[in-house]
Structure formats: structure tokens, C-alpha cells
């Protein structure tokens, strides 16, 4: 039996919802509100992007925060409530489940979450640890899924989805990345263990990024050879991290050719 962190959440869509308008919400007095020119869907995504940052937060923050009329803010976010984008308590906001269920879908490859999914399973039952499917997103390792035995807690908390670079994951995309990228100063000596990497095939992370969780990450390519997506092992300190390399390698073999078929 294995655990995975892509269960759906359940909540039922209204009815009926009327349609959003792109102009400009009325104020109190019936004029159109002073929004700076923001049609209605750019206001909802800024309020969702604040709440990613004000969870919990009343819709009085929240207009403030996103430089919206208060009556403004609040006519959206009673819609976001209504469409299941959005959850409200006691006059507190927060992201809602249908945000959860159209957001855990996106994936950078066409067919990479379900030709990696049997796959992640297989890898580990095999090595009896949890094993990650991740790509690089603006900077960050994002995680997609997480896969692990019944009996194996994961190493890291369930509900954080990214993560720095520089993680064993991150360190695999970033080699085979283009420049450019939003990543900060580099390590001075990161040029060469880019060089590594890529001849190697893999990458390590040795307590780097989270004390007592190390990792390790190999490429998965797509059809014409370029990375998509690292798939990790995770493990404690006592593992050699080199004994992995060749099980999620396989794993990773048979993500790609699964890729070639979905084309």
C-alpha cells in the first residue's frame, strides 16, 4: 500500500454561478470602483496571490494588500467562495479545494504526472523510502508528487510543494538548465558540479537544504533527450546515497519511455 500526496480534495461546485464580468465592479454608490484599471479576473488572481501570503486574513488586509476598494475585494472573494476558490470562516479567508484540484494538475510536460506515477510507486516499494517526482519552477525545485510505503513517514512535511535549487532535485534541472534563470548568486564552485552532474547522470544533497534528509536525484528526459523532471530518493544520513543512483535511474528509464508513448 502506498501514500501519495495526490488525493483530490472533496467539495462539491455550486449549482449555478453567474458569470464574471472583465469591467470594472461597482463601488458602494454604484460608480465603478477606482480598481487602477484592473479588470475583475486580474483582482480575484491578485487576492489569491495575497492569500498565499495573508492565509487566514480578513478581506480588510486583503484589499489593502492587493491595492483594491474594500467592497471591491469583497464581492470577489464572496464569488472565489462561491466557484470553491477561495473558503471563508468567521470573516477569514484562505485558498479553497477547487484551487487544490486545478493547481495539483499542472505539470511542465504533457503525460509526465501519469507516466510517472506507477513508476514513482515501483521505486518505492523497492527501496522502502519516499521518492519525489520535481521540476524547476522560477528558481525553485516544485515538487509534483511524493510516493512512499504505508509503513515509511516521509521525511519532509506533506504539504510544502517548493522548495530551493539547490536541492538534489534542483541540482539536476539547474545543470541542463538555459541561462538565465532566477536562481541568485551561484556557489563559485557550482560550474563544476554542474560538469559532474551531468556526466554522472545524478545529483546529491547531503543535508544541504533540511537537516537529517539526504537525496538523491537523477534526470528524466523527455522524447528528444532534454530533462523534464527529477525524480529523488529521500533518506536519512545512515544510507550510502551512491546505492540509489541505479534504482531511480530505472525508475526514471521507464518515466521517459512512457513519455515516448504518450506523444
Same mark, same amino acid.
Given at each position: 500500500?502506498?501514500?501519495?500526496?495526490?488525493?483530490?480534495?472533496?467539495?462539491?461546485?455550486? /449549482? #449555478?454561478?453567474?458569470?464574471?464580468?472583465?469591467?470594472? *465592479? !461597482?463601488?458602494?454608490?454604484?460608480?465603478?470602483?477606482?480598481?487602477?484599471?484592473?479588470?475583475?479576473?486580474?483582482?480575484?488572481?491578485?487576492?489569491?496571490?495575497?492569500?498565499?501570503?495573508?492565509?487566514?486574513?480578513?478581506?480588510?488586509?486583503?484589499?489593502?494588500?492587493?491595492?483594491?476598494?474594500?467592497?471591491?475585494? $469583497? =464581492?470577489?472573494?464572496?464569488?472565489?467562495?462561491?466557484?470553491?476558490?477561495?473558503?471563508?470562516?468567521?470573516?477569514?479567508?484562505?485558498?479553497?479545494?477547487?484551487?487544490?484540484?486545478?493547481?495539483?494538475?499542472?505539470?511542465?510536460?504533457?503525460? *509526465?504526472?501519469?507516466?510517472?506515477?506507477?513508476?514513482?510507486?515501483?521505486?518505492?516499494?523497492?527501496?522502502?523510502?519516499?521518492?519525489?517526482?520535481?521540476?524547476?519552477?522560477?528558481?525553485?525545485?516544485?515538487?509534483?508528487?511524493?510516493?512512499?510505503?504505508?509503513?515509511?513517514?516521509?521525511?519532509? !512535511?506533506?504539504?510544502?510543494?517548493?522548495?530551493?535549487?539547490?536541492?538534489?532535485?534542483?541540482?539536476?534541472?539547474?545543470?541542463?538548465?538555459?541561462?538565465?534563470? !532566477?536562481?541568485?548568486?551561484?556557489?563559485?564552485?557550482?560550474?563544476?558540479?554542474?560538469?559532474?552532474? #551531468?556526466? $554522472?547522470?545524478? /545529483?546529491?544533497?547531503?543535508?544541504?537544504? *533540511?537537516?537529517?534528509?539526504?537525496?538523491?536525484?537523477?534526470?528524466? $528526459?523527455?522524447?528528444?533527450?532534454?530533462?523534464?523532471?527529477?525524480?529523488?530518493?529521500?533518506?536519512?544520513?545512515?544510507?550510502?546515497?551512491? =546505492?540509489?543512483?541505479?534504482?531511480?535511474?530505472?525508475?526514471?528509464?521507464?518515466?521517459?519511455?512512457?513519455?515516448?508513448?504518450? #506523444?
Amino acid at each position: 500500500m502506498h501514500r501519495s500526496n495526490t488525493a483530490t480534495a472533496t467539495a462539491s461546485a455550486p /449549482a #449555478r454561478i453567474g458569470p464574471l464580468s472583465s469591467a470594472p *465592479l !461597482p463601488g458602494a454608490d454604484g460608480a465603478p470602483a477606482a480598481t487602477a484599471g484592473r479588470s475583475v479576473l486580474e483582482g480575484a488572481f491578485a487576492l489569491l496571490n495575497a492569500l498565499r501570503q495573508e492565509e487566514g486574513a480578513g478581506v480588510t488586509v486583503l484589499a489593502s494588500v492587493c491595492g483594491l476598494p474594500k467592497t471591491t475585494a $469583497y =464581492r470577489l472573494l464572496d464569488q472565489l467562495v462561491e466557484l470553491g476558490a477561495v473558503e471563508r470562516s468567521a470573516g477569514h479567508y484562505r485558498i479553497g479545494p477547487g484551487m487544490f484540484r486545478l493547481g495539483h494538475r499542472w505539470q511542465p510536460h504533457p503525460g *509526465l504526472r501519469s507516466a510517472a506515477e506507477r513508476p514513482l510507486r515501483r521505486l518505492a516499494a523497492v527501496t522502502g523510502m519516499t521518492v519525489g517526482l520535481a521540476v524547476l519552477h522560477q528558481g525553485q525545485t516544485l515538487i509534483l508528487d511524493w510516493s512512499t510505503t504505508a509503513d515509511v513517514p516521509p521525511p519532509v !512535511p506533506d504539504d510544502r510543494q517548493t522548495w530551493p535549487w539547490c536541492t538534489a532535485a534542483g541540482k539536476v534541472l539547474t545543470a541542463w538548465a538555459e541561462p538565465g534563470l !532566477p536562481l541568485g548568486p551561484l556557489p563559485r564552485a557550482w560550474p563544476d558540479e554542474a560538469a559532474r552532474i #551531468r556526466e $554522472y547522470g545524478a /545529483a546529491y544533497d547531503r543535508e544541504e537544504v *533540511l537537516e537529517g534528509v539526504c537525496c538523491t536525484a537523477v534526470p528524466v $528526459y523527455a522524447a528528444d533527450g532534454v530533462p523534464v523532471a527529477a525524480l529523488s530518493v529521500l533518506t536519512d544520513p545512515g544510507h550510502r546515497l551512491e =546505492r540509489l543512483t541505479d534504482p531511480a535511474r530505472r525508475a526514471a528509464t521507464a518515466i521517459t519511455t512512457a513519455l515516448g508513448r504518450h #506523444r
